[in-house]
């Protein structure tokens, strides 16, 4: 089960009988790297999106490579890109 709201997390406990208690969201790097074009290299490599990719003709892959490589840099940090995760940490107790 995935779960991406506190309401889905509220939901999910009543469910088990447990009592919601409280959640809070903490915003974590998913991915760290010095730049955009190695950031894109992590992406795809391995991924289901490299897969879908290497089923396209090189210059549809080549735009869409330019379009995130140029998204990618708005992560820029210092010398580095780094793109933020959500997550969600919650407590329960039995009700």
């Known amino acids: 089960m995935v779960l991406t709201s ?3 997390l509220r939901a999910a406990y009543e469910q088990a ?5 409280e959640a809070i969201h903490l915003m974590i790097p998913a991915r760290e790297a010095p730049d955009a074009t190695t ?17 396209e003709p090189p210059e549809v ?10 998204s990618l840099e708005r992560y820029r940090n210092g010398d580095e890109i780094r793109v933020m995760s959500e997550v969600i940490c ?5 009700a």
């Not at 009988?17 to 208690?21: K, N």
């Not at 892959?61 to 140029?70: K, S, Y």
């Not at 919650?90 to 039995?94: D, F, G, L, P, T």
């Open 6 to 8: 506190v309401k889905g």
């Open 17 to 21: 009988g447990l009592r919601f208690v």
């Open 39 to 55: 950031y894109w290299e992590f992406l795809i490599r391995g991924s289901p999106l490299g897969r879908m990719l290497a089923k």
């Open 61 to 70: 892959v080549e735009a869409i490579q330019r379009d995130a490589i140029e």
């Open 90 to 94: 919650s407590v329960a107790e039995r």
